[in-house]
């Protein structure tokens, strides 16, 4: 069966430090993948997505960029976190391709002070 | 402006009740999908519509899109419990598939 992981689960970062979050689909392969954030106010804003190694699309003009280095693996990051940055990431991946049937990872929640 | 409008933003509800979530898009859509998240987890699929006028129902949900494909709503009935949580609609626009555009959600509260 197909699995989805994120870590870490909670990350408490001051502004302009570092970030990096992984996400990990196990049981399949080539998925199209996703990066969602969720600030407050609960709705969902797509970051970027990626349908194969190495390539990258980004929705949003943003502080962060993702990268994709194997076909499971899919990574946020910034180089300086802003406030602005504060949210709730959410990793997914399509289970039938071409559609809006996602399964998403556990999250991960970011705190930039 | 919110291109996926979503109501009532919050809902509390006694046990055994049934209630109806309403999500409405400006422009049709080629799909919505309905998702259930508990705070501080990931969203879980619920379901997926893509024809208007379609309906479709798991255990006590019911999900329908209207015929324009423009309105969804979603019927819980004789809520329990275990229903609790932030549902959110998230729409396909443009037919590409998992670039999900999601209302605000609308968080439910089943009293014992």
């Known amino acids: 069966s197909q699995t989805i992981h994120q870590w870490p689960a909670t990350l408490v970062q001051p502004v302009g430090s570092p970030l990096s979050l992984e996400c990990t689909v196990e049981?399949?392969?080539?998925?199209?993948l996703y990066w969602y954030r969720q600030a407050a106010g609960r709705g969902l804003q797509l970051l970027f997505y990626s349908v194969g190694i190495g390539q990258i699309s980004s929705e949003v003009p943003q502080n962060l960029s993702a990268s994709r280095p194997q076909d499971r693996q899919f990574i946020l990051s910034s180089k300086k976190l802003l406030l602005s940055d504060s949210g709730f990431y959410l990793c997914?991946?399509?289970?039938?391709?071409?559609?809006?049937?996602?399964?998403f990872g556990e999250g991960s929640r970011l705190t930039v002070l | 402006s919110q291109e996926l409008e979503q109501s009532p933003q919050s809902l509390i509800v006694q046990e055994g009740k049934n209630l109806t979530i309403n999500c409405t898009s400006s422009?049709?859509?080629?799909?919505l999908y309905w998702y259930k998240q508990k705070y501080g987890e990931g969203l879980i699929f619920l379901m997926m519509l893509q024809k208007g006028g379609e309906e479709k129902s798991h255990e006590k949900i019911t999900a329908k899109l209207d015929e324009k494909k423009q309105q969804s709503s979603l019927h819980i009935t004789a809520s329990q419990p275990s229903h609790a949580g932030i549902y959110l609609c998230g729409a396909d626009k443009y037919n590409q598939g998992g670039k999900l555009i999601f209302g605000q959600g609308t968080e439910l509260s089943v009293k014992p």
């Open positions: 997914a991946w399509n289970k039938i391709p071409n559609t809006g049937e996602l399964f």
């Open positions: 049981g399949t392969s080539n998925p199209n």
């Open positions: 422009k049709t859509l080629y799909g």
